[in-house]
C-alpha cells in the first residue's frame, strides 16, 4: 500500500487539528450561548411589517403588533453604550442615537428588525415579540436581542434563538463602557468566526 510522503502526512494532521479546534470553539461557544438562554426554540424574525406580511406565516395584525412592541420596548430593551464611538464599533456609522435617561446620557444602536417567537400555554398557543440589533461585523445575517442573544440563520425567515431570550421579562440594559464590553469578548460575548462581540455588566442604571 503507497503511504503518503512524510511532509503530506504533517500538513494532514495539522489540517485535522485546525479542524478540531475550531469545532472545540464552535462546540464551547454552542454551550455558553445554552447556558445564557437556554436551548434553542425557533423565532421568525423580519425588517419590516410588509416581508412579514410577505413571508405568508403572520397576518398584517401579528406583523404590526410585533414591530409596535418592538418600538415601544426599544428605549429599555436596546443596548447602552457610554459613548458613541464604543456604539458604532460594534453597530456602525451612524447607526447609533443618543439618548438620556434620569439625567444621564448614553447611545444606543437603531432598531433593525423585530422578532415572533411562539409559546405554548395549555394546549393553546400565543406569540411573544422582541426587537433586534445587527452587529456590523456579523457576517451570517443574523440578529441579536438587546441582552445579546444571537438569532442563527435557519431557513428562510426561520432563526434559532436562546428560549429564555424570548420568555424573559424585558429589563433595562445597563450602560457599557470600553472595559466592560472587552471582558465580555464583544457583542453578545461571542467567541467565533462571526468575530462578533456582546455586551453585559457595566454601570447598572435604571433597573
Known amino acids: 500500500m503507497t503511504t503518503l510522503p512524510p511532509r503530506r502526512k504533517r500538513s494532514v494532521a495539522a489540517g485535522l487539528t485546525a479542524v478540531g479546534a475550531v469545532a472545540m470553539l464552535s462546540g464551547c461557544d454552542d454551550n455558553n450561548e445554552q447556558a445564557r438562554f437556554g436551548p434553542p426554540t425557533e423565532v421568525a424574525a423580519f425588517q419590516t411589517v410588509q416581508q412579514c406580511v410577505d413571508s405568508g406565516q403572520f397576518d398584517r395584525d401579528t406583523c404590526v403588533a410585533a414591530q409596535q412592541k418592538a418600538f415601544n420596548e426599544d428605549g429599555k430593551a436596546a443596548p ?33 428588525g423585530f422578532l415572533i417567537g411562539q409559546l405554548l400555554n395549555n394546549n393553546s398557543s400565543r406569540y411573544t415579540y422582541g426587537g433586534l440589533y445587527r452587529d456590523r461585523r456579523d457576517r451570517d445575517g443574523g440578529w441579536y436581542t438587546g441582552s445579546g442573544a444571537y438569532l442563527s440563520p435557519n431557513n ?3 432563526y434559532n434563538v436562546g428560549s429564555k431570550a424570548i420568555t424573559t421579562p424585558v429589563t433595562t440594559q445597563r450602560i457599557q463602557t470600553r472595559s466592560s464590553v472587552v471582558s465580555r469578548g464583544g457583542f453578545g460575548g461571542r467567541v467565533s468566526a462571526r468575530s462578533s462581540g456582546g455586551w453585559g455588566g457595566g454601570r447598572s442604571f435604571g433597573g
Open 156 to 158: 428562510g425567515y426561520r
Open 80 to 112: 447602552r453604550f457610554d459613548s458613541q464611538q464604543l456604539c458604532e464599533e460594534q453597530f456602525g456609522a451612524a447607526q447609533c442615537q443618543r439618548r438620556s435617561e434620569g439625567g444621564q446620557s448614553f447611545f444606543t444602536p437603531l432598531l433593525t
